[in-house]
Nanobody, 117 residues
Framework: VQLMESGGGLVQPGGSLRLSCAAS????????MEWHRQGPGNQRELVAS???????NYADSVKGRFTISRDNAKNTMYLQMNSLKPEDTAVYYC????????????WGQGTQVTVSS
């Protein structure tokens, strides 16, 4: 099983980015999925989570600006990030609880998001 993030990059303050996280491999079911981030000198923090049924939760720092979603048919999760701020600069990681040939919690390799003018 592998998770692959994409969509990171450099954006100006106030701009938008959409991150994707695709799960591949021997998968029976993908349960909860999460986005985490780790900024320079900071600990990794939970940004948003989504259950297989679509229930969502957000960190206070991103509420109203970020939207998490998923496409269960594609085993893919998204993070739409709007009104980006310099403090959103971080490496963004996805994880997922996957039931399959090998079951457990898997992490992606991370994608860099830089918010700067």
């Amino acid at each position: 099983v592998q998770l692959m993030e994409s969509g990171g990059g450099l954006v100006q303050p106030g701009g938008s980015l959409r991150l994707s996280c695709a799960a591949s491999g021997s998968i029976v079911r993908v349960n909860d999925m999460e986005w985490h981030r780790q900024g320079p000198g900071n600990q990794r923090e939970l940004v948003a989570s989504i259950s297989s049924g679509g229930s969502t939760n957000y960190a206070d720092s991103v509420k109203g600006r970020f939207t998490i979603s998923r496409d269960n048919a594609k085993n893919t999760m998204y993070l739409q990030m709007n009104s980006l701020k310099p403090e959103d600069t971080a490496v963004y990681y996805c994880n997922a609880h996957i039931v399959g040939g090998v079951s457990g919690v898997f992490w992606g390799q991370g994608t860099q998001v830089t918010v700067s003018s």
